[in-house]
């Protein structure tokens, strides 16, 4: 067996995104690829601790990546687009910023930071794709696609600077992943258009309206799902469906899965293991998509 | 209240203006051309009072506390779309972050505007806790800035309570003081 994975899960797969690592974690058991979680990890500090004091940030990120580095990981897996992000972004200011570098050094007790640079922080769709490859996943396919057209969204952070799981402006990874396991995929024009993050918490309006329109694109082209890769877009996608249906009329009750719970799915993990009994917008069509045992329809040649 | 467009030269503060490219991350931003690229790239601009080009020309001339009682740094979800389509490759984002910093040591900050109590809420249980937990900075952040926004959360909070995606329970990690002095950090409202 290879040598594992680091995995930090971040805060948001122990809470509202508790499906992804569930589906994270079935999927990578079904592919033989094994994950060990870094102990006693901290928060990443997302996107709002960077905004009140910086030396701290890199701090926090810092610890995460010197308990991978005691751990002896080569890769650490960040699910979470924004660990993602902050932890590369870490590497990069330690890397140019000389002050900084000792500042944060002092602090989490490694006089060689540059060690820290050495740790590979990595998303899983680009694991999945790198590593594992779409010719190796078809190969472990169990089960036929009955479902619907998709959305591959990327959402913006795992595709922006510092980070290299994809291409910036057109990035087709998840489509191509999908397409290994027999998902049709639209061509989804905002797929790197961000949600608006925690916005959808404090200035809820423009929240709502930024996924409003997500949604609104992806029906358009033909998508009866959207697959994402990021916590915080599931999110956002999926609980304000129903307050655009009660203020607008208009009915979106699209299923908005993790790329994760598709692929498990195809590969033969089940609807528990999988979390897809988390979703909140389009349960109906996820137990139609997701039976055991679809009911065949009927061809009459 | 209707935005002031005339500003005099007495009002700019052209130190500060000059000590911007020192920061981190705020190197490039002398080199702006002000074509609008960030502006039009990101999806927050039509919510903002300052669109993110209009912010570069306020910062370049010296005008602080515009730029940093303004809600657009706030507003800025940090998706980089800008930074990736900047044609002279300025990271307005992390000028974004240097202003909101700024803006919370000055207590420039728009005072009851969510976005900033929830960073500082966060920073704070982070620092004490070394994990965020959702549902307790949902709850404080809307109890420090408007309250009212709870009574449409409860639907979604059950939804979520309901399909096990939400839980009480604190997290915390198990050196959380000795992490806490490590972070250190300014003392935050």
């Given amino acids: 067996m290879a040598a594992a994975y680091g995995y930090f899960p971040g805060c948001s797969l122990r809470g509202t995104g508790v499906a992804y690592e569930e589906s994270m974690l079935t999927l990578f058991r079904l592919l033989d690829l094994p994950l060990a979680e870094l102990e006693n990890w901290n928060c990443c500090g997302a996107t709002s601790y960077m905004s009140i004091d910086e030396r701290s940030a890199f701090v926090l990120s810092s610890r995460n990546l010197a308990l991978a580095h005691e751990a002896k990981h080569r890769d650490l897996i960040a699910p979470c687009s924004a660990c993602y992000l902050v932890l590369r972004k870490t590497q990069d200011y330690i890397q140019r910023y000389p002050r900084i570098a000792r500042e944060v050094g002092v602090s989490v007790d490694h006089g060689n930071l540059r060690v820290l640079n050495q740790i590979r922080v990595r998303h899983p769709m680009e694991v999945l794709y790198a590593d594992v490859g779409p010719d190796r996943i078809r190969k472990k396919v169990t089960r036929h696609w009955h479902g619907g057209m998709v959305a591959c969204y990327y959402g913006c952070q795992m595709v922006r600077p510092y980070a290299e799981a994809d291409r910036t402006h057109d990035p087709t990874r998840m489509d191509e992943l999908l397409a290994a396991v027999d998902v049709p995929t639209v061509r989804y024009s905002l797929k790197t258009k961000c949600c608006g993050g925690s916005l959808m918490g404090t200035t809820h309006e423009i929240g709502v309206r930024l996924n409003y329109i997500l949604l609104k694109e992806a029906a358009r082209k033909g998508a009866q799902a959207i697959a994402t890769a990021c916590p915080l877009c599931q999110f956002n996608l999926d609980a304000c469906q129903r307050e655009i249906r009660r203020e607008s009329g208009e009915r979106f009750d699209i299923p908005i899965l993790f790329f994760t719970q598709i692929l498990g799915w195809s590969l033969g993990g089940d609807v528990r293991s999988l979390g897809l009994r988390r979703s909140i917008s389009g349960r109906k069509t996820i137990e139609q998509w997701f039976a055991e045992a679809p009911a065949r329809k009927e061809t009459y040649v | ?189």
């Fill in chain 2, 1 to 189: 209240m209707m935005e002031r467009k005339l500003k005099f030269q007495r009002e700019a503060d052209p130190v500060w203006a000059r000590r911007i490219s020192d920061r981190p991350g705020c190197e490039g931003v002398s080199s702006c051309l002000q074509c609008g690229a960030c502006s039009g790239a990101c999806p927050l601009s039509i919510y903002m009072d300052y669109s993110p080009r209009r912010i570069i020309a306020l910062v370049r001339e010296g005008f602080r506390k515009d730029a940093l009682s303004s809600k657009t740094i706030w507003l800025c979800a940090s998706c980089y779309s800008c930074a990736v389509h900047c044609p002279r490759q300025i990271h307005v984002t992390d000028l974004m972050y240097s202003l909101k910093r700024e803006a919370i040591q000055q207590r420039l900050y728009p005072r009851r505007f969510p976005v900033p109590v929830l960073a500082q809420e966060f920073f704070r249980m982070v620092r004490r806790q070394g994990r965020s937990s959702e549902f307790w900075l949902i709850l404080r952040t809307a109890l420090r800035s408007n309250p009212l926004i709870l009574l449409g959360m409860m639907r979604i909070g059950w939804d979520l309570l309901r399909t096990g995606r939400f839980t009480l329970r604190r997290e915390r990690i198990a050196d959380a003081a000795s992490l806490s002095r490590r972070l250190g950090g300014p003392e935050v409202a």
